[in-house]
């Protein structure tokens, strides 16, 4: 599997924008680009998913640099409620469920 | 809709011993995968069950294994208890197999062994 690097530990203000980076370097044409994230004492919760273009949903926005080597997970207004463990992972498209979770990024938030 | 549930929540178990873990999947989703996570960990994948077959494993032991039901809900069963599996044991349902893009975790077991 393609590796993802993401730093260690973000933190961020509430109410301000957040902007989650993740390097993979090696990503095939076929990865997917997916990011999940995990609250304390919770399983992990899908939050986005692209390939080439940028993308957005009511959770957040992935914008992905054009040779695909990077990412950005955007939150537009961070709440204390997005304090997580965020994840970015690649997933070949065509391949089985299998997600390969590295250390992730873990967000804390301030009031 | 239901979401993922898992059971029981927690569990303490003994070296040795024998463990079946349950999983019911959201309404619909006929994938089942399951995840082991350590402590300070992200989640490793165990295996992966579509429409009641096995259709991926990751790196763990045989003693290691599944079933999915003609519902399907899933178990996990590890045999031959040790101090390192405990952890976390998450299962993670989806649609379509190798389309699913979106999977939907429960909370999880925490299996502590002794």
């Known amino acids: 599997d393609a590796k993802t690097t993401q730093p260690n530990s973000m933190e961020s203000n509430e109410e301000e924008p957040v902007h989650l980076p993740c390097n993979h370097s090696t990503i095939s044409g076929t990865d997917y680009i997916h990011w999940y994230r995990q609250l304390p004492s919770q399983g992990p919760e899908y939050v986005i998913h692209?390939?080439?273009s940028n993308v957005n949903n009511r959770m957040a926005s992935l914008a992905i640099a054009e040779d695909r080597k990077s990412s950005t997970l955007i939150l537009h207004r961070a709440t204390l409620r997005d304090a997580a463990v965020y994840y970015c992972?690649?997933?070949?498209?065509?391949?089985?469920?299998?997600?390969?979770f590295g250390q992730g990024t873990i967000l804390t938030v301030h009031p | 809709e239901t979401g993922v549930t898992q059971s029981p929540t927690h569990l303490i178990k003994t070296r040795g011993q024998q463990v079946t873990l349950r999983c019911s999947s959201q309404s619909g989703h006929n994938t089942v995968s399951w995840y082991q996570q350590a402590l300070g960990q992200g989640p490793q994948f165990i295996f992966q069950?579509?429409?009641?077959?096995?259709?991926g494993r990751g790196n763990f032991p045989p003693r290691f294994s599944g079933l999915q039901f003609p519902n399907y809900s899933s178990e996990l069963n590890v045999n031959a208890l040790e101090l390192d599996d405990s952890a976390l044991y998450l299962c993670a349902s989806s649609l379509g197999g190798a389309q699913s893009y979106e999977q939907y975790f429960g909370p999880g077991t925490r299996l502590t062994v002794t």
């Open positions: 069950y579509y429409r009641e077959e096995e259709n």
């Open positions: 992972i690649l997933r070949l498209g065509t391949s089985y469920g299998k997600l390969t």
């Open positions: 692209g390939l080439t």
